[in-house]
C-alpha cells in the first residue's frame, strides 16, 4: 500500500515500464480502478483519502465521459418523490413501466425530459442553485452555503490527478498512463463559475424501487476531464513517462 507521493512515483514507474495495460472493468469507472488496483489501493467511497493524505483521480486524455465532482440531492426534503412523479417518464431500457428520471442539466439552457414535453435547467443566484422547470418555477434547490461546505470537505486533501491514452472499448479497451499531477487549493468560486457558464453540470438520476419510492442514483455536480484542474489554484507535474 502506497502512502506517500515518493511511493506513488516509484509505482507509476513500475506501472510505465508494462506500458498499454488492458482495463480490470468495462465501461467508464474502469481507469480509475485499473490504476487502484495497479497501486494497491483498495477501492472504497469513504470521506478518507486513496492513500496517505491524497485524493486520487484518473482520466482518459480524450475522453467525453464527465468526472463526478460530487453528488448531493436538492433540497426540499423527499424532493425526489415530487421530481418522479412530475417529470419522469417511462424507459425500454427497463423491463417495466416504473417511472426513471436522466437528466444532464446546464445553467446556460434548458434540457428537454424525454418526450413528456417538459423541460429542466439550472439557474445560480446569490444565495441559491435552483432546479428550475419550463414554467419557470424553483422545483429543488441546492444552498450554496452548504455546497460551499460540502465541497471543501470533499477536496480538503490534496489531489493527484493521473492522465491516460486509451485504445479499444469495453471489456478490452487498454490505457497508457503518462503523466500526473499534484493539485491543491480548490477553488469553490471557480467552481460556480464554470457551473454559471454551463461547463460545470448536474445529473440527475432517479428511478424507483419496487414498492413506487424514489430511488435516488446520485444526483452529480460533473465536468469534462480537460477541465478538472481548473477547479485548483495550486497545480504541479509530478511524475511522467
Known sequence: MISTLE????KMDEISIDGWIKTHRSGP???GKT???LLGITENNAAEPDFGVYELKAARDTDSSML????KTPKP???NNYLLNTYGYTSDNYDNEKKVLHATLSANTQSRIADTGQTLGIKCLDEKISLIGNSIIEEAYWEREQLRNAFYKKYKHTLV???AKSRNIGKNEEFLFYEAYELSDFDYEG???LLEKGVVKIDIRIGQYPDGRAHDHGTGFRIHPQYFDELFMKKEKIWSR
Open 29 to 31: 469507472t474502469g481507469i
Open 68 to 71: 463526478t465532482l460530487f453528488t
Open 77 to 79: 426534503p423527499r424532493i
Open 7 to 10: 511511493d506513488f512515483k516509484r
Open 35 to 37: 490504476l487502484e488496483d
Open 161 to 163: 490527478y493521473v492522465k
Open 191 to 193: 467552481l460556480m463559475n
